[in-house]
């Protein structure tokens, strides 16, 4: 079987499905492939920053996606030993986006689909996983995949390629890719919580361990962070002693880490810090995770991912719609992004040679180190990280073309 379109998206993560919105909004043939079923897994985090409601309310959506349930949690705390430490206040940023929308990322996902399924130019393929690149003689046109089993190529114009850090297509192209490297991974478990007037999304440092605790109203989703390639040594420790150090960890979850019944409970997440040197081939273009793997530190990838879906249809959707090739466009994607992504990737590398790896080798007490003490004492510094983590280097503004109203799919000419 084949297909065609003018732009085959690969991935319907952040990236890939606001890059599906914006393209198809300026009325391009677009088709976004997502190999799973539906975008319910629960290892999606949940962290929406103010760059993104801002690109909401620039395509006027901001108001129907706060419909979705969420929380607004108007700065970042955490607790170091058992201080409690604010460390960046969103709070003095515009109304409309001085907070972080914590959202599970199913709601954010199906919140994007819904909208995009109203423009005629869109169309959303699940169970579709691109298996490999089509080539003509001189460039990429289109992805080999299989759609529900059944064999399937797609032709395009332009594929780009947003399916995440393991990506299939970035590993085919052979794009230079540079590691920067992870120091740590991730046990990802739920615990039960009591329902509470305010999100208590936190993190927790101690000597020897470190934790994440995500808000979810009656659940906490539970990150708890080891150094790389210890999974087996933790788990060989047995889950009575994972419960205790769960426990000793945040005792905020002490009461409830008997829930974690085994260890199908609890599932390895692997963290990477990578980027390509190059995003781009003759017809195809990588971006977010693909291009640029995050560490979940900062709680910023899924907005990273979803400002180069801004920027590459800045630079792109326009040309495209008015019927022009735009091979020569490609690299201008990674250098307008990529002062941002250095920044925020070379924030990310030094918060875990400074932060994580002493921590994660320290046993008993630690004191908060001196950037946390000074943005404790002084609450107008909290607006710093504020910044940096809300909106990073180079926020993008929504410039591609609108052919069609947002929420309506019918054209605004
Ligand atoms: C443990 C952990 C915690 C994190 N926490 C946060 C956080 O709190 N906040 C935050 O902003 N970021 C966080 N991040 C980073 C964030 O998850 C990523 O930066 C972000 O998801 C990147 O978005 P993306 O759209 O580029 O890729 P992804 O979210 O990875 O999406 C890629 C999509 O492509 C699909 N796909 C993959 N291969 C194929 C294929 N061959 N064919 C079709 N579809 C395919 C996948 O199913 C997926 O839906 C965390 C990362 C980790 C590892």
């Known amino acids: ?7 085959c998206i690969v991935g319907g993560g952040p990236a890939g499905m ?44 901001l108001e129907s996606l706060l419909l979705r349930p969420h929380d ?23 109304p409309r986006w001085n907070f972080i929308a914590l959202m599970p990322q199913w709601e954010f996902l199906d919140f994007v689909a819904e909208q995009a399924r109203r423009l005629p130019t869109f169309r959303l393929m699940m169970e579709t996983e691109a298996t490999r690149l089509l080539r003509d003689e001189s460039a990429i046109c289109g992805v080999a995949c299989h759609h529900r089993g059944e064999p399937l190529e797609i032709r395009s114009k332009l594929v780009i390629a947003a399916d995440g850090r393991r990506s299939v297509l970035r590993a085919e192209s052979q794009l230079p890719l540079r590691e920067l490297g992870a120091p740590m991974d991730i046990f990802w478990f739920r615990l039960p919580k009591e329902r509470t007037p305010d999100n208590r999304t936190t993190g927790v440092f101690t000597g020897g361990r470190i934790m994440a605790l995500i808000d ?4 906490w989703q539970c990150a708890y ?17 994972f419960r205790s150090e769960v426990a000793r960890t945040a005792s905020m979850i002490s009461p409830q880490v008997s829930a974690i019944s085994s260890w199908d409970d609890v599932k390895l997440l692997t963290v990477a810090l990578d980027r390509l040197e190059q995003w781009h081939l003759p017809g195809l273009l ?16 899924i907005n990273v991912a979803i400002q180069d879906a801004v920027a590459a249809a800045n630079l792109l959707a326009g040309p495209m719609a008015e019927g022009r090739g735009v091979d020569d466009l490609l690299p201008r994607v990674r250098k307008r992004r990529l ?10 590398n030094l918060a875990q040679q400074r932060i994580i790896t002493p921590l994660l080798a320290a046993s008993g007490p630690v004191k908060p180190m001196w950037p946390l003490r000074l943005v404790g004492r002084f609450p107008l510094l909290r607006r710093l ?12 503004h929504v410039k591609s073309p609108a052919k069609f109203l947002p929420g309506t799919g019918e054209g605004t000419a």
Do not use: N
């Not at 079987?1 to 732009?7: G, P, R, Y």
């Not at 962070?225 to 002693?241: H, N, P, S, T, Y």
């Not at 990588?286 to 990838?301: E, F, L, N, Q, R």
């Open 286 to 301: 990588v971006i977010g995770d693909a291009a640029h793997a995050m560490s979940p530190i900062g709680g910023v990838g």
């Open 225 to 241: 962070v080891f150094a790389k390639g210890e999974a087996e040594a933790v788990r060989g420790r047995g889950l009575e002693a």
């Open 216 to 219: 979810r109203g009656d659940y």
């Open 18 to 61: 606001v890059a599906g919105l914006l393209f198809s909004r300026a009325g391009i043939r677009t088709i976004v492939l997502e190999k799973h079923k539906d975008f319910l897994r629960d290892f999606r985090c949940d962290t929406v920053h103010p760059s993104t409601l801002r690109i909401f309310h620039e395509i006027g959506l």
């Open 1 to 7: 079987m084949a297909e065609s379109a003018d732009l």
């Open 385 to 396: 990280p504020a910044a940096f983590l809300g909106f990073g280097l180079r926020a993008e």
């Open 339 to 348: 002062l941002a992504v250095r920044a925020i990737q070379a924030f990310q």
């Open 72 to 94: 607004e949690v108007p700065d970042i705390t955490a607790y170091v030993g058992t201080t409690r430490i604010e460390v960046a206040d969103f709070s003095h940023f515009d």
